[in-house]
């Protein structure tokens, strides 16, 4: 089978975005691919964080993932970036041969150095050299991304390209982006893409009474809300959730509601609620007892580590060689 190579920042409980945007995915392409799956905590470090919360996220990141169905290590590979040095090694030598024009260009790089203006460090213009020396150490070939990362993978095509050329090799694959055609979740608040730095996110493990909680402020059609008669479902939030997690019926019967003021938002957002709680109360119920127990993270992680250090070493071996590197 190909190799395919992904990764996912610990900046959070992973939310429901997350899961329907890349961890269902995930969950699919590990029967089809000799996938490999890394929580990348060094790419975390580009943006301010509390150290004291890092390993906290890493290991809960790593409990939701298997409590989803990531099936490490027997369909899969799943460890932590920092337990294997080589990613660090071989971002080095990348940047060696990357054009620095070409990571100006990158639309990610403009966007953060926005977001984090008072923060604007060089981990954030290496940021797609690193993330191509993930997928090139294990010579990955198939890379699973939604459209805002595109950009980065045509990126580690170039680098891959650049040092072949440089020492006259043909070591490193062009890797391919595998486009997911994923199901982009707004956030409660109706307007932004579901974030945790936005806190308008409901997370995967979230409690059945923060659900609803939560569901119960989330904004609905605004202009229904102003003249407190029929609403455009086509404007409401809570209606496209409705779409993601209910059924067919339930969709029509709150679309309809909406329309005619048939239903109340209230008693729409408590079907969605019920709805949203039921899909993933499997998932919460292992995630709880995965990080409750935690030998059992601890021992997946660990073997996945191995995995991608012995792959690793063997890479870097060849690398060092074809530099001339004593």
Not at 48 to 75: H, K, Q, W
Not at 177 to 182: M, N, Q, T, Y
Not at 186 to 200: H, I
Not at 317 to 323: A, E, M, P, S
Request: glycine share 6%; charged share 25%; aromatic share 8%.
């Amino acid at each position: 089978m190909k190799r395919l190579f992904s990764g996912m920042q610990p900046t959070g409980s992973p939310h429901i975005g997350n899961y329907l945007g890349a961890i269902e995915n995930w969950v699919a392409l590990q029967e089809q691919f000799d996938a490999i799956y890394s929580i990348v905590d060094l790419h975390a470090l580009t943006i301010e964080y509390n150290p004291t919360e890092m390993s906290r996220r890493v290991f809960e990141m790593a409990a939701i993932l298997l409590a989803c169905g990531i099936d490490a290590p027997n369909r899969c590979t799943l460890f932590v970036q920092s337990h294997v040095p080589q990613h660090s090694e071989l971002a080095w030598i990348f940047n060696t041969v990357t054009p620095l024009a070409e990571l100006y260009r990158m639309t990610q790089f403009k966007s953060k150095a926005e977001t984090h203006e008072k923060n604007v460090n060089c981990g954030l213009l290496a940021y797609p050299v690193l993330q191509a020396a993930d997928i090139l150490l294990y010579k990955g070939e198939v890379v699973p991304v939604g459209e805002d990362q595109v950009q980065h993978i045509e990126l580690a095509r170039i680098v891959a390209r650049k040092f072949n050329n440089r020492f006259g090799t043909e070591y490193f694959p062009e890797p391919m982006e595998k486009v997911s055609i994923a199901k982009r979740v707004r956030g409660l608040d109706g307007q932004a893409k579901m974030s945790k730095s936005l806190n308008n996110q409901i997370d995967v493990i979230e409690s059945p009474e923060s659900v609803w909680e939560k569901l119960r402020v989330a904004v609905t059609d605004p202009a229904r809300i102003r003249r407190k008669d029929v609403g455009n479902p086509d404007n409401c939030n809570i209606s496209s959730l409705h779409e993601l997690f209910s059924t067919a019926e339930q969709i029509e019967w709150a679309k309809n509601g909406c329309r005619t003021a048939g239903i109340g938002c209230f008693e729409c957002k408590r079907v969605l609620a019920d709805n949203i709680i039921q899909r993933f109360a499997p998932i919460r119920e292992k995630a709880l007892a995965l990080l409750e127990e935690k030998s059992t993270v601890e021992r997946v992680l660990a073997q996945g580590a191995e995995k991608a250090r012995d792959i690793a070493s063997g890479t870097m071996k060849d690398v060092r060689g074809i530099l001339g590197l004593y």
